[in-house]
């Protein structure tokens, strides 16, 4: 695989998996490392196979072949026949919808793992309600799932996972289904328990602030197939597919580079300012700002430029992010003075104008 | 009173005088086709009785009858037909007691023939005869077992064992009643292991091989067609079951059913009757 | 104001009102229902309700019904329930065949049941013969057949009902409750039973209204002694010939006994889900 991966270390500590498995249209076949607490985020689009991959993880989907190591302990072999129930496995799971019982009460949610591990009543509860006060719920023990709010919930099956004391903590889109305030409250508090938690921490997520403020590695899987495995600024840098490229506000583009002259796929040229040797299939990516908008044919330096229509506004704060069509589309971003300064809006024509230096490319 | 259009829209046709077609009307109108169907159907229901009108032995003609009745009326109802071939013979046969309580009830009915007359003397009380009753046939009790009489019981007196499932129509049923007598009059108690609601059920027990004796009519066992034997019950012990039969006062087709009672009475239908297994009355 | 528009409904207070058409539609509907139920109130004989009652015939069949009743409700929790689990969460081959005829009784005529259940249970049935024929146990004309005739009709709306309901709990959550250490029995005990307690409830009253409703396989497979078969039902039957007076009181008594089962039922049974 072309990807990074973290190197496999001797001590075999975390979580090793390397696991293939069909479910519907989905193939998936991934290799993934995740050391004793390190937190590494799984993002990709929908259909990808991230919540797939979790759940063949925490047992609850068979794997068609592979093998998965958890703290030096074999948890799945398919060649060797070895299987562990998700019982067996200490693995914590929090999921998007937190699937609280809904009969039980926070207190006894939180208690629940301890007790089917054979604590005793009491001493679960104790346990339960240390926990409950790290997430900052100790007022709220008896209250039922359905009186809390998202993001209470959210904090109960936090503390629940963790109450069962887990080897593996694993997090599916924790933060989606939470309005903007519980989103803030729960990212912090996730980043402080994740920061304390000794083992690996797998985390589902889409959004890429939360991957950046909360993991230390970032994975990105397409279609089951992992495209990237590195580090936030590398990603975010360096994003290898167009998928992720878009979700770190990039413009991205496969092209064929010779010299100093790329060759989009659509047949339209670009030129960068440094040279590629050798010639071959390249990735390019744009940054928005570095997108200059003309109400007419720029003269001077700029090499890049041609006539476009805008597409499409999208307006944040200050900033206008510019979707543009034409020979090349492309996103720019600009601040809303200078849209109001160049009156412009949906339909407009405007020169498009891009800086060699502001090129990135790398061969593909 | 202003354009005379109602508050919630709807346009109503204007009229010659300009101020509105009367609402009554268009409502009535609204009403007309349910009611004339509800009006034709009570008519149709009352067509039967046709036959009442003009004097006629013709039409259906509704005969409510016992139990044990069942296959000798049905005989008498073919039989009468071929002599009238405008006529319908309906049949419906419970016991006595229930029927009883369907005319009571209102049930339309053109004869009745009960299998004693207590149930038939109910329904003269309550005014639902429209002539006296006479009885037309009698019969006697017989013990049903199954073939071959495997347990081996000779009379009465063999019912008591508690090796044998004995089913008895219920007290209200006139077989129920008339099997009581021959046993009180055997000095024999019995313990059924159940009370059916007409002398055929009882004897549908035996012939399902559930029960293994039942007290029935002598008539049931002639038609039981090798699905149940008889034992005799000796005739100190047996009752004398006297069925009257009578044309109900609320009869849709009187004439019929008047016809009808005279054809049971007459010597065709006596002939019918001991050819089932009922006796002379 | 749009007089064209929307001339077939009105504004009323509440909203739009429902078409007159269907109004009514609905209150004939109504009175078909309502009726009998009110004739049956105000002809009951209220004045000699004390006397009836206490009729030691309809003291047997009232003492009959409900011990029968229970214990065919007994039965139907036990059998019941984890058949409907095995067709809620497992798959076989003939599956919707053998659903089918599990909720057959529910569909069939009683009588035809009954005559169903002499050609198994009776002396000469299936497993009646060499029931009989290897321990002398007879099952028609028994306590045991009642149970047995009310059983089989009502069981069926107790496995459909909980059927139902465990397709409603979230498997989910049992996932989540095995990632947390719970086994299977413990699954079953702390988070699936807890959820589907309101449709066992349901279908426990439904099941046991039935039961105690029955008639038809009764008076053909138990057959009618009183003390011994005739519940209930089968003594209004025949009360109706002899005595319609108390006809009347004990039908109305178990029209309460229904009207007490809809009360409490009626979240789950009139609202959609």
């Known amino acids: ?364 | 009173m202003t354009s005379g259009r109602p508050a919630h829209g709807r346009r109503r046709p204007v009229g010659p005088a300009g101020d509105g077609v009367t609402p009554l009307r268009s409502r009535v109108r609204a009403w007309l086709l349910p009611l004339a169907v509800v009006a034709l159907t009570a008519a149709g229901c009352g067509a039967q009785g046709d036959g009442a009108a003009s004097g006629r032995v013709s039409g259906e003609l509704v005969v409510f009858a016992a139990a044990s009745l069942n296959d000798a009326f049905d005989a008498l109802g073919d039989a009468f037909g071929d002599e009238y071939p405008d006529v319908e013979v309906v049949a419906n046969f419970a016991g006595s007691q229930t029927l009883a309580s369907q005319i009571a009830q209102g049930a339309p009915a053109d004869v009745f023939a009960a299998a004693n007359t207590t149930q038939m003397d109910v329904v003269a009380a309550a005014g639902g005869l429209s002539a006296a009753p006479e009885v037309f046939t009698t019969n006697r009790l017989e013990i049903a077992v199954e073939p071959g009489n495997p347990l081996g019981i000779d009379g009465l007196a063999d019912l008591t064992d508690p090796g044998v499932q004995l089913v008895l129509p219920a007290e209200e049923v006139p077989a129920g009643s008339y099997a009581r007598q021959a046993l009180e009059a055997a000095g024999v108690t019995v313990t059924p292991s159940s009370l059916e609601r007409d002398v055929r059920a009882a004897l549908a027990k035996v012939e399902l091989g559930e029960a293994d004796a039942a007290v029935v009519y002598a008539s049931d066992l002639v038609v039981a067609d090798g699905r149940a034997e008889g034992v005799p019950i000796p005739p100190r012990y047996n009752v004398a079951a006297a069925y009257p039969i009578a044309v109900l006062a609320d009869a849709p087709n009187p004439a019929t059913a008047a016809a009808f009672v005279d054809f049971v009475l007459g010597d065709q239908g006596r002939e019918i009757l001991a050819a089932h297994g009922f006796s002379a009355p | 104001m749009s007089e064209t528009a929307a001339h077939t409904t009105s504004r009323t207070a509440a909203g739009v009102a429902p078409p007159r058409v269907a109004v009514a539609l609905g209150i004939v509907a109504l009175a078909l229902l309502i009726l009998p139920l009110l004739g049956l109130t105000l002809r009951a004989p209220w004045t000699r309700a004390g006397e009836l009652v206490t009729d030691p015939v309809v003291r047997q069949a009232l003492q009959l019904s409900i011990m029968s009743s229970l214990a065919a409700l007994a039965i139907s929790v036990v059998l019941g329930v984890p058949l409907a689990l095995v067709f809620a969460r497992f798959d076989f081959p003939g599956k919707p065949f053998v659903r089918a005829l599990a909720i057959l009784p529910m569909v069939m005529p009683p009588v035809v049941g009954g005559v169903g259940l002499l050609a198994a249970f009776g002396r000469r049935g299936l497993v009646g013969r060499p029931l009989e024929g290897l321990t002398g146990i007879t099952i028609p004309f028994t306590p045991a057949a009642v149970v047995i005739s009310a059983t089989f009709v009502a069981m069926p709306f107790l496995i459909v009902t909980v059927e139902s309901g465990l397709r409603m709990v979230d498997r989910r959550l049992e996932d989540a409750a095995a990632t947390l250490g719970a086994d299977r029995w413990t699954i079953l005990r702390r988070v699936v039973l807890p959820s589907l307690w309101p449709s066992l409830a349901a279908g426990m009253a439904l099941c046991w209204a039935r039961a105690l409703g029955e008639f038809g396989a009764t008076i053909t497979f138990a057959g009618n002694m009183p003390g011994r078969t005739q519940t209930m039902p089968l003594a209004v039957y025949l009360e109706l010939e002899r005595n319609p007076e108390a006809a009347y009181l004990l039908s109305f008594a178990l029209l309460a006994v229904s009207v007490a089962v809809l009360v409490a039922l009626r979240e789950r049974f009139l609202t959609a889900t």
């Open chain 1, 1 to 364: 695989m072309s990807a990074t991966v973290t190197p496999a270390t001797a001590d075999m500590a975390g979580l090793d998996a390397e696991l293939a498995l069909r479910l519907g249209t989905l193939d998936l076949e991934v290799a993934i490392r995740a050391q004793p607490g390190e937190v590494v985020a799984i993002l990709g689009p929908n259909g990808a196979g991230k919540t797939s991959l979790l759940r063949a993880l925490a047992g609850l989907l068979p794997i068609g072949r592979g093998r998965v190591t958890l703290d030096g302990r074999v948890i799945e072999d398919t060649t060797a026949g070895t299987w562990c129930t998700p019982q067996q496995r200490a693995v914590g799971v929090m999921f998007q919808q937190q699937l609280l019982f809904p009969h039980l009460t926070a207190l006894e949610n939180v208690a629940f793992g301890p007790r089917s591990r054979g604590v005793p009543r009491h001493d679960a509860r104790r346990r339960a309600r240390g926990w409950l006060e790290r997430v900052g719920l100790d007022g709220a023990e008896t209250a039922r799932p359905g009186a809390l709010s998202g993001g209470q919930a959210q904090r109960v099956a936090l503390a629940r996972a963790l109450a069962s004391d887990p080897a593996l903590l694993l997090l599916d889109e924790p933060l989606s289904a939470l309005d903007v305030d519980a989103r803030r409250s729960v990212r912090q508090l996730l980043r402080h328990h994740l920061d304390a938690f000794t083992g690996p921490v797998l985390l589902i997520t889409h959004e890429p602030l939360e991957a950046i403020t909360l993991a230390d590695r970032l994975v990105i899987l397409e279609q089951g197939r992992i495209v990237q495995d590195d580090r936030p600024e590398v990603v975010a840098r360096r994003p290898r597919s167009a998928w992720a490229a878009r979700l770190v506000g990039l413009n991205h583009y496969h092209a064929q580079v010779e010299g100093y002259t790329l060759t989009l796929d659509s047949g339209a040229t670009l030129t960068a300012s440094a040279a590629a040797h050798p010639p071959g299939p390249a990735r390019v990516t744009i940054h928005p700002r570095a997108v200059a908008l003309h109400p007419s044919q720029p003269a001077g330096s700029p090499r890049n430029t041609w006539p476009a229509t805008i597409d499409a506004l999208d307006i944040h704060d200050d900033q206008v992010r510019v979707h543009l069509d034409g020979p090349i589309p492309i996103v720019a971003q600009i601040t809303a003075a200078a849209l109001a300064d160049l009156s412009l809006t949906e339909g407009s024509r405007v020169w498009v104008a891009v800086k060699a230096t502001e090129i990135d490319h790398w061969p593909a």
